[in-house]
């Protein structure tokens, strides 16, 4: 599988008012963009002022042997607004991740609007009968009311074991809109900053009349997860699933040291987000003067530690990204 470059995504979206915001929060992780295999790249811009701004991709690169079976929480939104195409795009999806899965694998479904309820007793094999029936039961749910995104994401430490070892995923099926608007609350950051530090990635397939697709990106990329976007078909829905499940397949990197050049004088965000295998990461910020650097990071992957480093060239500057000292502004 190519791997995603978020920095192709950034350079052809950035007049998009909603990428430009969730960029500002967090990098930002699409399904639609183009590919790559640079381990590492420096583009930079620099203005008439003399100032330099600059974006830093960074891919890193695993044995796959760190890739371990996970427990997978799954989350279906089941609010007012998924009904009709949508719930069959919705259910689709589902199907994809849950066929793309290992016997390994453990899977707890739940439905989710105003409260997160749980389908399964417990965590159950992918192709077991506990799980058909909750599929069964999740078929027959009437979709009503709102979705409150921000109690679903403070109860999902608790739907983990606590003392379990196994990497930790959740995949949330659904429109990404909640009663109240969680991307623009005070309470987004600490949300995303306890599910980093309880090892819990998150990831999305945004579908519904209307997407949040900011809000999923911004979580998603905080929490080193990956967002599939839904493109009103229904064998597009199930491959998205399949995606899905692929992200659940790749070990998430939890950085902890990270050490930047001196002439990084801004990174944005200030705390590096979880790294990932399958797209890169990138950070934002301003260049004092052009060079070969190196970045280096000590990060844990399923409780070990790894050690990742890039040697880097800063690019010329480029009115391809002319778009960067506004987003650092916004940041």
Known sequence: MSKRCLLSALKRLAKSQALAFAMAVSTVGWAEVGYGNDAARLATYQTGAGQTSFA???LPQLPSAMNRHSDVVILVDTSASQTGAFRAESLAA????????????????????????????????????????????LEARAPLGSTDLSGMLQTLEGHFEADGDRPRNAVYIG?????????????????TEALVAARISVSSFAVGPERNVATLAALSNRTGGNVYLATDDVAGAELGGVGLAKTVRHAVIWPGKVSYPGAMTEVFPATLPPLRTDRDTIVLGTLGEAGDFEISVEASVNGQTVNLSWPVTSEASSDDFAFLPRLIDMA
């Open 56 to 58: 830093l991709s960074l």
């Open 94 to 137: 589902l199907r994809g991740l849950i066929a793309g899965l290992s016997a390994e694998d453990r899977v707890k479904l739940l439905a989710v609007d105003l409260d997160s309820v749980e389908l399964t007793s417990g965590f159950v094999a992918p192709g077991s009968e506990s799980l058909a029936q909750a599929i069964a039961a």
């Open 175 to 191: 429109d990404g809109i909640s009663k109240a608007s969680l991307l623009e609350s005070a309470e987004f950051a600490g949300l």
